[in-house]
């Protein structure tokens, strides 16, 4: 097998040509990417699910909107804490993914890192490609490789995530920020 160089703390922009309604506009960032397969959690896709109906314990850390991120089509009924901790070292029951980005054991109690956690977002499900699959739709152009930053864990318009993240861009990338809705009302 081929050595796959790893896209951790990445973040998968999903081009206009993707196809799949369960990425239509999507920001996956990447938590984990190997040669065993990949998985994420989709940052821009907020449900009407308040966090205190489902885990209440965490839902004074989590950041606005307050509510349960749809992580991906993957094991929608489980949760994914992910939180951003500034600084060299991490709390108990929290493992650094990528510069200060990490997951959060949602069974541990909440006061071990609250007083630690920049930010924290809640995901139902993620997404999860298996060996190579994820390399293949790159290669079909389906997904824009760019760098993550902390603050896109939690975005306080998640809505508008893929635009912004686009637009940030230093190159060609930028100009698909503009990309209508619909190309076809053009």
């Given at each position: ?8 703390g ?6 206009p ?51 349960v ?20 070292e991490?709390p108990?029951g ?6 200060a ?8 109690p ?5 007083a ?32 993550s ?17 686009l637009?940030r ?16 009302l053009?």
């Amino acid at each position: 097998m081929t050595e796959v160089s790893s896209l951790t703390g990445r973040l998968l922009v999903a081009t206009p040509a993707l196809a799949d309604p369960n990425f239509d506009r999507a920001v996956v960032l990447l938590l984990d990417h190997d040669d065993e397969g990949s998985l994420g959690v989709v940052l821009n896709r907020p449900t009407p699910v308040v966090v205190s109906d489902i885990l209440e314990a965490w839902a004074t850390l989590t950041g606005e909107p307050g509510v349960v991120f749809q992580g991906g089509p993957v094991s929608l009924d489980s949760a994914l804490g992910v939180a951003v901790i500034p600084g060299d070292e991490g709390p108990l029951g929290w493992r650094r993914v990528y510069g200060a980005i990490g997951l959060v054991d949602l069974e541990a109690p909440p006061e071990l890192l609250g007083a630690a956690l920049g930010s924290l977002r809640i995901f139902a499900g993620y997404a999860g490609w298996g060996p190579g699959q994820l390399e293949d739709e790159l290669n079909e152009g389906a997904w824009y490789v760019v760098e993550s930053e902390p603050g896109d864990v939690s975005s306080p318009e998640p809505e508008s995530l893929w635009r912004a993240v686009l637009r940030r861009q230093r190159n060609e990338l930028a100009m698909f920020a503009t990309y209508p809705d619909d190309p076809s009302l053009n």
